[in-house]
C-alpha cells in the first residue's frame, strides 16, 4: 500500500503530544539527525511539487511531467528505505513490518512499474498518485519536522490528519489504475517473468504477480486506512482508543 500514512517511521515513536519526553529519550545525536533527516524529506517533496506545478503552467500538459522530476522522485523516495532502519534500531518506536510493507511498496511503484514500464509514464494515474505522493509527504515530513522541534503549528496538525481522509484513498486509485494500464505491456513483453525449463527449475510470471498486487489492496487498504482514522480521533478529539495487540 503504497500511499504511507504510518505515524512514526520518520519522526516520532508515539503521537505529537509526547514529543518532549520522545527527545529526552533518544538523546542529541539521534533526535538531531531525525529533525535533519524530516526536513530535508520535506525540502525534497517541495522541490518535487514546485517542479511539477511549474512544468504544468510552462507546458500546458502533464505530458512528459513524469520524465521531468524522475530523477528527484527516485532519489527521496528511494532514501525512505532509511525509515525501516530506523524502525529496525529503535530509533523509533514503529511496527518494522508496516514501515517496511508501506515504503517497499512506494519503491515497487517507482522502480518496478513507472521506471520500468515507459509507456505508462504519461498515464493521468500516475500524475494521480504524484500528486497525492507529494501533498501526503509534505504534510508528513512537516509535521514531524515541527513536532520534534516542540513547535508544532495547529494547521500542520490538522492537515497531518485530515488530508489523508480524501487523499489516501484517491492515491490508492492511482496506484490501482496505473498498475492495470501496465498490464498489457507486461503480459506482452514477459518482463522480469521466468519461463520453465531452466536450470533452476522456478517459474515466475509478473503478470500475475501484479494482479496478486493488485489483489492485495483489498485487505490493506481498509485496515491502514481506519488506522489513520482512529489516529485522528485520538489525536484531534482525544479519545483513548485502546488496540488489541497483534
Known amino acids: 500500500m503504497a500511499s504511507s500514512e504510518e505515524d512514526s517511521a520518520a519522526g516520532n515513536g508515539s503521537v505529537e503530544e509526547n514529543g518532549k519526553k520522545a527527545v529526552r529519550r533518544r538523546g542529541a545525536v539521534t533526535t538531531a539527525w531525525l529533525i535533519f533527516y524530516n526536513i530535508t524529506m520535506t525540502a525534497g517533496w517541495l522541490v518535487l511539487a514546485i517542479t511539477m506545478a511549474r512544468f504544468y503552467l510552462e507546458k500546458g500538459t502533464y505530458k512528459g511531467l513524469y ?21 529496525a534500531v529503535g530509533v523509533v518506536r514503529t511496527s518494522v513490518l508496516v514501515t517496511g510493507v508501506q515504503v517497499s511498496s512506494r519503491i515497487f511503484m517507482v522502480w518496478f512499474i513507472t521506471h520500468s514500464i515507459k509507456q ?12 497525492v505522493w507529494t501533498v501526503t509527504e509534505i504534510t508528513r515530513y512537516s509535521f514531524y519536522t515541527f513536532n520534534m522541534l516542540n513547535h508544532l503549528p495547529y494547521f500542520i496538525k490538522w492537515a497531518r490528519y485530515n488530508f ?11 496506484e490501482l489504475l ?14 522480469f517473468s521466468v519461463r520453465l525449463p531452466n536450470k533452476y527449475n522456478v517459474s515466475f510470471d509478473y503478470y500475475y504477480f501484479l494482479l496478486i498486487v493488485m489483489a ?22 482525544g479519545e483513548v482508543i485502546v488496540e488489541k495487540d497483534d
Open 67 to 87: 520524465k521531468n522530476i524522475q530523477k528527484t522522485l527516485k532519489f527521496f523516495q528511494t532514501f525512505a528505505l532509511l525509515e525501516i532502519v530506523h524502525c
Open 120 to 131: 505508462i509514464q504519461n498515464e493521468e494515474s500516475v500524475i494521480l498518485f504524484l500528486v
Open 164 to 174: 489523508f481522509i480524501i487523499l489516501y484513498p484517491v492515491g490508492v486509485v492511482g
Open 178 to 191: 496505473t498498475i492495470y494500464a501496465a498490464l498489457p505491456y507486461v503480459k506482452r513483453s514477459g518482463m
Open 216 to 237: 492485495s489492496y483489498v485487505p490493506l487498504f481498509p485496515q491502514l486506512y481506519f488506522h489513520m482514522l482512529r489516529q485522528r480521533r485520538k489525536v484531534l478529539h
